[in-house]
């Protein structure tokens, strides 16, 4: 699962000071109204304001954001973060990715010797991808999902949810409204691009199950990446200032380039790509207010090329991407992922699609 819904506070999640009290009872039983003042250290609990069809919000353990955020002001909560939060979160992030990755090929490695009795060895033009070792990859990305989620609640101390969405909860039906255009439209100029600039070589021995992993697996992969780069990394940046627009150039431009150096391309027009992909990403969590949008896209364009890749060229040189693979032939598809990244953005408007947190939803929960 990517997401999950938005958890509704109850008697479980309040502070334990607050489970032990009995219950009040006249005046006191009141519901309390979302707007009321938390107490300061030593003045009691929050005064019980009526407020018809209100229900009774547990307190909530850590500082609720008093004003609406943006998606890449997530993470700044009142006061303002400390920044050795930020740093653990980056931290364990890339120690945590590398440790799954390491595990998840040397299973696969075990699995290829054991099955086939030979170890796989490098090709003169990248690495020799079996389907063992490809799901291992494309697995150890998709685990960046957990691992993010996990990191915001440990060093933020805010719920899983809120990595997804400034609702908290990743918002399906927007997503699949704007799938009946993204989908198609990829589709066609994948389809297109690959007349026009044909993958070299030809498909290799176990095109079958690269092209299975490519449609089950690449999905899980693309979602990771969003998450770990524009859920963690952009709005961890998205704390180094309070204006937003400012906030949004470090959270953009510092993602997009730890995207980049992530592809480990030697090539400069394929690193010009996925800068240019990284940011527009950024823009659309930002404008659409989750990572929605920028999952569709990264989902959507990584298995349209990834089929195309699985049925026309060898997965071994399909990783290759030392300097002189690409061209200025790249810079068409940074048009068409911009031109469809403005659209995600103008759908959502369209759609009302919620773009600001709302201080009233409580972003964190006790333990």
Wanted: with cysteine; proline share 8%; glycine share 10%.
């Amino acid at each position: 699962m990517i997401t999950t819904q938005p958890e509704t506070p109850n008697a479980a999640n309040c502070d334990a000071r607050q489970s032990d009290r009995p219950l009040a009872t006249g005046s006191d039983a009141s519901p309390a109204s979302p707007n009321a003042q938390l107490p300061q250290d030593g003045q009691g609990d929050p005064p019980a304001v009526p407020s018809p069809g209100a229900t009774s919000t547990p307190r909530i353990a850590g500082p609720e954001p008093r004003v609406p955020r943006a998606y890449h002001q997530g993470l700044l909560t009142e006061p303002r973060p400390q920044w050795w939060r930020g740093v653990l979160a980056l931290v364990g992030l890339a120690v945590a990715y590398l440790v799954v990755s390491v595990l998840l090929s040397a299973a696969a490695i075990m699995f290829d010797v054991g099955t086939t009795g030979v170890r796989p060895e490098p090709s003169t033009k990248g690495i020799a991808m079996t389907p063992a070792l490809y799901a291992a990859l494309v697995l150890g990305l998709a685990a960046l999902t957990p691992l993010s989620m996990l990191l915001q609640r440990v060093c933020f101390g805010i719920r899983a949810g809120y990595l997804s969405s400034v609702t908290g909860r990743f918002r399906w039906a927007l997503f699949g409204k704007q799938a009946l255009f993204v989908v198609p439209l990829l589709a066609a100029y994948g389809f297109v691009f690959n007349l026009i600039q044909p993958s070299p070589g030809t498909r290799g021995a176990d095109w079958v199950a690269i092209l299975a992993l490519s449609i089950v697996l690449l999905p899980l992969q693309a979602a990771g990446e969003e998450q770990g780069f524009r859920g963690l990394m952009l709005r961890v940046a998205g704390t180094w200032n309070l204006n937003p627009t400012i906030a949004l150039v470090l959270g953009a431009g510092f993602s997009s380039v730890l995207f980049m150096l992530a592809h480990g391309a030697g090539d400069p027009w394929l690193n010009l790509y996925y800068f240019c992909f990284g940011v527009t990403c950024s823009l659309i969590a930002r404008y659409t207010g989750g990572l929605e949008g920028s999952t569709l896209l990264h989902a959507a364009n990584n298995v349209v090329f990834g089929v195309i890749a699985a049925l026309t060229t060898d997965m071994s040189t399909a990783f290759d991407r030392s300097a002189g693979v690409a061209g200025p032939f790249m810079l068409v598809q940074v048009v068409a992922i911009s031109i469809l990244g403005a659209g995600l953005v103008i759908s959502a408007r369209r759609l009302n699609a919620q773009t600001m947190t709302r201080p009233s939803n409580p972003v964190l929960q006790s333990n």
